[in-house]
């Protein structure tokens, strides 16, 4: 079973400080990754994924991600944040298929990020 | 734009009487999902769809309903809603089965 782990649940940064939020993952094969990010009362956007090649990741709004197969992790990471990334982020992997041929999304607890000035 | 419309956003409902969330897309995406989101939780499963007439149950199926006639619509019903099923609920939908778009979700609360 493919499971998702963010280990903090909540996260204080100052603007303009450097941002890495943690995720980890278990799967048995080379996963599909992605970060989504949750403003208050918005749903879910895409903020990047990773399929495969490069284990670096650019996204929207500046964000980047790194896969490290060695690790089972998929970070995020921004050099310097905004007051307006404050906002929940969701980690999420897809890999398990079905019979039906349907890929599950499973997506971690999420880490609520504020942003002080 | 592209984007998944769900109605309501906000609904506060009584024990056992029967609602119905609806949920469309304009992107032509075959595969659609519904997803409760609770605190500590994060997302679950609801049901998902691969294409029209084609549905399955996610991980959380007890107590909803969906169908899917039209590619575009997947709606979410709960036939006899009770307290446990408060929740935010949220639709997507994907082109690639993996990567979804959401809509801006629906806030039920069941008393």
């Known amino acids: 079973a493919q499971s998702v782990t963010q280990p903090d649940i909540h996260i204080t940064v100052s603007e303009g400080a450097s941002l890495e939020l943690r995720c980890n993952y278990s799967?048995?094969?080379?996963?599909?990754l992605f970060w989504y990010v949750q403003s208050p009362g918005q749903g879910l956007q895409l903020l990047l994924k990773?399929?495969?090649?490069?284990?670096l990741v650019q996204g929207i709004k500046g964000f980047e991600a790194e896969f490290k197969r060695s690790q089972s992790s998929f970070n995020l990471r921004k050099p310097s944040v905004h007051w307006s990334d404050a906002a929940e982020y969701f980690c999420?992997?897809?890999?398990?298929?079905?019979?039906?041929?349907?890929?599950?999304?499973?997506f971690g607890t999420g880490t609520k990020l504020q942003v002080i000035p | 734009e592209a984007q998944v419309t769900q109605n309501p956003r906000y609904l506060i409902t009584v024990t056992g009487k029967k609602l119905t969330v609806t949920c469309s897309q304009n992107m032509n995406h075959e595969y659609m999902s519904w997803y409760r989101q609770d605190p500590g939780l994060g997302l679950r499963q609801i049901y998902y769809?691969?294409?029209?007439?084609?549905?399955d149950k996610g991980d959380v199926p007890e107590g909803y309903k969906v169908s899917r006639k039209e590619k575009r619509n997947f709606p979410l019903i709960l036939e006899s809603p009770s307290p446990n099923q408060t929740s935010l609920y949220f639709c997507?939908?994907?082109?690639?089965?993996?990567?979804?778009?959401f809509g801006s979700g629906t806030r039920l609360t069941v008393v």
């Open positions: 990773y399929f495969s090649g490069d284990t």
């Open positions: 799967y048995g094969a080379t996963p599909y």
């Open positions: 997507a939908s994907s082109w690639d089965r993996v990567s979804y778009t």
């Open positions: 999420a992997v897809g890999g398990v298929v079905n019979s039906g041929g349907y890929q599950k999304v499973t």
């Open positions: 769809s691969m294409n029209v007439e084609v549905t």
